[in-house]
């Protein structure tokens, strides 16, 4: 009657102590994975500061949520729920992962704490864990390797394709799991044959099926396979370790730390630097991000993040018409350089002017700011800011498109993109027909409690300024007392700031905040999201800003709006959430609210709605950009709101307006489909 | 008696239409003046040209020297300053050529120099009151040159009416011996042809042409389907190729394609002079913009103020309907 | 490669819709926005990438008030090494002639290779470019759209001719040459691009400084004067076919069918 002999006290050949290996094994693991962290952390330690260790319970609750509670991943669905079985099994297992390791050196150690029930009710779920993990592992390497889907393909442009690491990571896994059971049912099995002892085992685990195969098998098979496992398993399980920060694994690593530190605040843009006052810009020798160290360690540790699942670049709009864009490759382009210019050892590398060397300019012009990819990514990374930081990089440089040259120079010029005069901002206002009824106050001469802010776009675009005159009929009618910069008003400077052009966006708030508060209101309303987004998260010190949008569904609420049963009950409505209304402010329900109020409309529901709303093709500045695309971001979403069976588009942004109207002339959808701004549509049915 | 020298630009022999409208600009400058003609060049096609000015000019100066065979510009100032009188009035055509040669011969002449001009009200004494554009013809001018030490003029081509040629019978002078050294410091190498796209717009007699108002790259499909609608062909003014979104053969103006079409549809076109330079043989032009101040409708035959986007496509359609 | 570039302030327009004053004999000012002449821009771009290639200085000039200083320093602000600002209350209502005199003087004052201008400013003469040549005796060649300025003692331009062709022409240095647009494409200068030369000292001369008679130069020396602005009366213009738009599209489908256009 013996009992099998676990590793620690194994001896090969029956001289040399198994345990010493069991030792070995770890010290070089540990230490090389010290080595490997200290290397991959040199970049950190030279990149921009960053400030994230605001809002501690956001931040706290950001990890529960979405790193441990993998909130983002069911968004898609078997992926995710994949995803799912396969971390919370890393989780489990980790506490066995840890014990095993230490049971190389001695025999049957268990946790603190692991010894009674706890441990009994602790390897019931464990031996379940590894078993769905495997499953878990299997079905992701078929459809890695397989299937195939579309959006882990690597264009051509970006390099090798990526699946032959993901199924080797899938295969360690596999082996972790295989090992780790067969280890423990070949102890059950060889002390069932010398005892008869019945040991409990979840029934269909892995374990269960391994022990069950095992039973009568000789004893010395049992036995070598006992240590022979063991070590395949420790092995693996250093080996894996190392892996990780080789590659798109580093985010088992990463991915706690970089929720943490993940974007709490939507809508802002991050400072030029952190830490330097907006009165001290001129001082810096650079601006935003030319060179890899110009980026903050947190996007830095973006880069390390990345787990390639492509769900950015599947949201991503200027992806899907063509355009030289994939966030993804942002990232993946990034993290690879990292790689290069920091190797494992040897001489650190400095990096060249990155829009040159790895991104392009058209790559980085390209982008709408939507936020589409951000909202998508599991792990928090962020797009928008690094987007931003490389353009002021390229402004800095002199490196802007001439297509974008003259906006900004009329905006410089004139505080409006189109180089119109100052004098004709309040225009709009002239209009024979409006004018006759309504008279509009300049708050330069009157007062009056709310400001409307009208913005470029509103004040000049001969077919938008209709938005400015529904704005302030409903506005009257719901008796807010209102007035307009006029010729104070400069453009927000939202795409501006966005474009990278920091300075001319500093310029253009300070006038506007000086004009905001010489007039005394103490409310501001916009009807343009883009100007709502930028006053509300950029501007700083403001009274409270709202989107038309809210001032109406907080009126029709309380009553002091009343609307009429709809005007073309035989029509369907659909709702496209503006980027700079939805996803940046998460204004998703006010609108539709307002909507539904109208008796008899009948409103359907995009696919691609709410925070998964499409880009209608970017606004400001992007309307003057001329990128490389084969398809516009408008068609598409027409053709999405066309499918949903809707004849009329409704939006709320006078940008999605102009983009959606050139798109069904593009589509030639004239006459099956309309768009229709929120402000119209609620001005028509004023009772 | 005020002298004026009219100095003609040619090419294969054949002088340009600015020729024949030398004649008006020198009426209106002083009726009673004497004019003359300078022909510069080499061999037959300079003796085409110097032959076929003796219909229009009594007197005609011919230049032959193997040095301007090509207008090297430094090259035929060189030679005029020794052939035209210090108190002269000199005119040439405000062209390439002109614009190269003119400022320069004005500083050597010492005399008085005044460019681009689109109109003549006269002499009063020793000055002379001209009109010229100003801000890329956004405005217009009134300037005053004193002459009495003779005048440089570049004359803007189609401003003045072209004369009919006749039979003036005019005497040829040849002066080919007074160019004196022609020696200069700038060597003419060759001429680099503009790229010939897939389309020749001088062979269409209706044009559909854009300019700025088409506003994107996408929408120049809209001018497409017009044009197809109208059997023609889509030119454009030069902001179009400046933004590549047509090939530079497509472009009407100085700086492009000279076009003789029966119609040109001015599509979003302002109509800058540089541009209107490259359309002749007086087409029934139709101009459509949705500024009604733009240039253009000065000189269209029909006008029509609507943005073009919203325009063309209702115009395509009445016509497929046809 | 020392490389001199005439600039000039201008009313920019790309961004001014132009008026009359009520007089009706000047231009509106009160609301005009100035800045670089455009083909200015794209020659100093053209110095400055010559310069980068083939090593040298560039330096920027123009003739004005002390507003103009504002042009200088944005194209220094692009690249230009030094600025000269030339003025003195003696230079007002100076003629082409009277620029070209001027700057005559300022390109004596130094030992350049290359001079550049624009093709043309605000005026639309193109007339100081060549002027400067002659006054300088030196070879001349305007609407430049492409330079190779590689080799020695010569460089080789194109001229943007009739028919968009192109004249190469190989030209001796010292030259000037006027510049075309889109001869390249003009860096972006911004706000924080201008401050930072923004204390870059201008040397500002005067005629004295230059050794020029006043006399010679601005109104009094000026043998050509603009008098007045204005719109002229748009009389023989187009017929303006109006009413709805199937109105309109009727009328011009007749004139069209009229004229051979369909």
């Given at each position: 009657?013996t ?78 729920v ?9 989780l ?5 992962s840890t ?23 602790y ?5 379940y864990a ?14 890695r ?14 390099g ?56 009568g ?17 420790d ?21 706690f730390?970089n ?43 973006d ?32 993290r690879?350089?990292?790689?290069k210019?920091?190797?494992l ?20 012009w ?18 928008i800011?690094?987007?931003?930081d ?7 440089e ?7 040259q003259?906006?900004?120079?009329a ?16 225009d ?26 009208v ?42 700031l966005?474009?990278?052009?920091e ?14 508060e ?6 501001i ?28 569904a ?18 369907v ?5 503006p ?9 998703y329900?006010?609108?539709?609210k ?5 008796d ?6 995009l ?5 998964r ?15 490389e ?11 999405m ?47 | ?5 009219a100095?003609?630009?040619?090419q ?14 020198a ?20 003796d ?11 007197e ?12 090297n ?8 300053v ?42 009063e ?30 004359i ?18 040849d002066k080919?011996?007074d ?10 190498l ?7 796209g ?7 007699d ?11 790259e ?10 197809e ?11 179009i190729v400046?933004?590549?979104?047509l ?7 100085t ?17 800058s002079f540089?541009?209107?330079g ?6 029934f032009?139709?101009?459509?913009n949705k ?6 409708f ?16 209702e ?8 | 490669?020392?490389i ?44 400055i ?27 220094m ?6 600025g ?8 007002e ?9 001027l ?17 043309q ?10 002027m400067?040549?002659a006054?300088l005796?030196?070879?001349y ?32 240095l ?19 691009g ?36 204005f ?32």
């Amino acid at each position: 009657m013996t009992s099998i002999i676990g590793p620690a006290s194994f001896k090969f050949f029956g001289i040399f102590p198994a345990a010493i290996l069991s030792l070995i094994i770890p010290i070089i693991g540990v230490g090389y994975f010290a080595y490997i962290i200290a290397r991959r952390l040199a970049p950190l330690v030279r990149s921009a500061p960053d400030s994230r260790f605001d809002n501690p319970i956001a931040r706290a609750r950001n990890l529960i949520v979405v790193c441990l509670g993998q909130i983002r991943q069911p968004r898609y669905m078997l992926a995710g729920v994949l995803h799912i079985f396969i971390f919370a099994g890393f989780l489990i297992l980790s506490i066995r992962s840890t014990s095993l390791v230490v049971i190389g050196f001695s025999d049957g150690f268990v946790l603190p704490g692991f010894g009674g029930a706890i441990g009994s009710i602790y390897n019931f779920f464990k031996d379940y864990a590894a078993t769905f993990v495997l499953i878990a592992c299997i079905v992701a390497a078929v459809r890695r390797g397989i299937f195939k889907p579309a959006r882990y393909a690597v264009p051509e442009k970006y390099g090798k394709d990526h699946t032959a690491e993901a199924v080797f990571v899938l295969g360690i896994i596999s082996t972790l799991m295989i090992s780790e059971s067969l280890f423990e049912a070949s102890e059950i099995a060889y002390a069932y044959q010398q005892t008869g002892e019945v040991h409990f085992l979840a029934p269909l685990s892995l374990v269960w099926i391994f022990k069950s195969m095992l039973s009568g098998a000789p004893l010395g098979f049992l036995q070598g396979l006992h240590v022979f496992t063991y070590y395949i398993h420790d092995f693996a399980f250093f080996f894996f370790l190392c892996f990780l920060p080789m590659g798109k694994h580093f985010h088992v690593i990463t991915s706690f730390p970089n929720v943490l530190f993940m974007r709490v605040k939507t809508g802002n843009i991050k400072p030029v630097a952190h830490g330097v006052a907006e009165d001290q810009l001129d001082d810096l020798e650079s601006f935003g991000v030319k060179y890899l160290e110009d980026f903050t360690w947190k996007h830095m540790l973006d880069f390390y993040s990345c787990a390639d699942c492509g769900r950015c670049s599947d949201q991503c709009p200027a992806n899907a018409v063509g355009r030289p864009l994939s966030p993804r490759f942002i990232t993946i382009k990034a993290r690879d350089l990292m790689f290069k210019n920091y190797p494992l050892s040897g001489e650190i590398y400095k990096s060249n002017l990155l829009v040159e060397d790895i991104y392009s300019e058209d790559e980085i012009w390209s982008c709408t700011t939507c936020g589409a990819c951000e909202q998508e990514c599991p792990l928090g990374i962020e797009y928008i800011d690094k987007m931003v930081d490389l353009r002021r990089g390229m402004v800095d440089e002199g490196m802007v498109p001439q297509s974008l040259q003259k906006p900004l120079k009329a905006l410089e010029k004139r505080g409006n993109p189109y180089g119109k005069m100052e004098k004709k901002r309040a225009d709009w206002a002239k209009d024979k027909e409006f004018k006759a009824e309504y008279t509009i106050k300049d708050l330069a001469k009157d007062e009056a409690d709310t400001l409307y802010f009208v913005d470029s776009i509103t004040s000049y675009d001969d077919n938008i300024q209709e938005i400015a005159r529904r704005t302030s009929i409903i506005l009257q009618k719901a008796d807010v007392d209102f007035g307009i910069l006029g010729k104070q008003e400069k453009d927000s400077g939202a795409e501006v700031l966005r474009f990278g052009e920091e300075m001319l966006f500093q310029d253009l708030k300070e006038q506007n905040i000086e004009a905001i508060e010489e007039s005394g209101v103490k409310n501001i309303v916009t009807a343009d999201p883009h100007a709502y987004n930028v006053l509300k998260n950029d501007y700083k010190g403001l009274p409270e800003v709202k989107h038309i949008s809210q001032v109406v569904a907080q009126k029709v609420a309380s009553g002091a709006l009343e609307l009429k049963p709809c005007q073309a009950p035989d029509k369907v409505y659909v709702y496209h959430d503006p980027c700079y209304l939805g996803r940046h402010n998460s204004v998703y329900e006010d609108p539709r609210k307002v909507l539904d109020a109208i008796d008899g409309l009948t409103r359907v529901e995009l696919e691609k709605s709410r925070d998964r709303s499409f880009c209608c093709g970017g606004g400001g500045l992007m309307l003057f950009y001329e990128p490389e695309e084969e398809t516009r971001m408008g068609v598409l979403r027409v053709n999405m709101a066309a499918e949903a069976g809707a004849n009329v588009i409704v939006t709320a942004c006078p940008f999605c307006l102009v983009n959606i109207q050139d798109a069904i002339k593009v589509a030639g959808k004239e006459g099956e489909i309309e768009a229709l701004d929120f402000t119209e549509l609620v001005e028509q049915h004023l009772a | 008696m005020t002298q004026i020298f009219a100095y003609i630009p040619h090419q294969n022999g054949v002088a340009e239409d600015i020729a024949m409208e030398y004649p008006a600009a020198a009426q209106k400058i002083d009726a009673s003046a004497s004019l003359t003609a300078i022909v510069t060049g080499s061999g037959a096609d300079l003796d085409a040209v110097v032959n076929e000015m003796t219909s229009i000019y009594s007197e005609v100066i011919k230049i032959d020297n193997a040095d301007l065979a090509y207008p090297n510009a430094e090259v035929v100032r060189k030679a005029l300053v020794n052939i035209i009188p210090g108190d002269a009035v000199f005119l040439t055509a405000h062209n390439t050529l002109g614009m190269d040669m003119a400022p320069g011969l004005s500083v050597k002449m010492d005399s008085a120099y005044a460019a681009d001009i689109v109109d003549i009200e006269g002499i009063e004494g020793s000055t002379l009151k001209m009109i010229r554009q100003e801000l890329g013809g956004a405005v217009s001018t009134h300037v005053e040159s004193d002459i009495s030490n003779g005048a440089v003029l570049t004359i803007r081509p189609g401003s003045f009416a072209p004369v009919e040629g006749g039979s003036a019978g005019g005497s040829i002078t040849d002066k080919s011996s007074d160019a004196g050294d022609l020696s200069v410091k700038r060597k003419f190498l060759e001429i680099v042809e503009a790229e010939v796209g897939d389309v020749d717009i001088t062979k269409s007699d209706v044009l559909v042409s854009i300019g700025r108002g088409i506003e994107d790259e996408e929408n120049i499909e809209i001018a497409q389907e017009l044009a197809e609608a109208m059997g023609a062909v889509v030119s454009c003014s030069r902001p179009i190729v400046d933004a590549k979104w047509l090939e530079k053969s497509r472009q009407v103006g100085t700086s492009g394609q000279t076009v003789k079409p029966k119609v040109y549809m001015a599509m979003g076109i302002s109509g800058s002079f540089q541009h209107l330079g490259g359309v002749k043989g007086n087409p029934f032009i139709v101009a459509v913009n949705k500024n009604p101040k733009a240039p253009i409708f000065q000189v269209a035959d029909v006008g029509i103020v609507e943005d073009i986007l919203d325009f063309m496509p209702e115009l395509t359609e009445s016509i497929q309907d046809l | 490669m020392e490389i001199l570039v005439c600039v000039k302030r201008v009313p920019d327009t790309a961004e001014n819709e132009f008026e009359l004053n009520s007089a009706g004999n000047d231009l509106d000012r009160d609301d005009l926005v100035y800045s670089v002449n455009e083909w200015d821009n794209y020659a100093v771009e053209e110095a400055i990438q010559i310069v980068d290639k083939v090593g040298g200085n560039v330096t920027v000039v123009t003739v004005g008030d002390d507003e103009s200083e504002e042009v200088l320093r944005r194209e220094m602000a692009m690249g230009a090494n030094d600025g000269v600002l030339l003025c003195d209350d003696a230079f007002e209502g100076s003629d082409g002639k009277g620029i070209a005199a001027l700057l005559k003087a300022e390109v004596e004052k130094g030992n350049y290779d290359l001079i550049f201008t624009g093709a043309q400013a605000d005026e639309g003469a193109g007339q100081v470019g060549g002027m400067l040549a002659a006054m300088l005796d030196l070879p001349y060649a305007s609407l430049v759209n492409k330079i190779d300025a590689s080799d020695g003692g010569t460089i080789t331009v194109g001229r943007e001719i009739e028919g968009g062709n192109q004249e190469m022409n190989e030209i001796e240095l010292p030259c000037v040459i006027s510049i075309q647009t889109g001869i390249n494409e003009p860096r972006y200068v911004g706000i924080r691009g201008i401050r930072k030369v923004a204390k870059v000292e201008i040397p500002v001369k005067g005629a004295s400084d230059l050794g020029i008679d006043g006399g010679s130069v601005g109104d009094a020396g000026a043998k050509t004067k603009r008098v007045d602005y204005f719109v002229p009366d748009l009389g023989d213009g187009a017929e303006m076919l109006e009413g709805s738009t199937e109105e309109i599209i009727e009328q011009l489908i007749e004139k069209l069918k009229a004229k051979g256009g369909l």
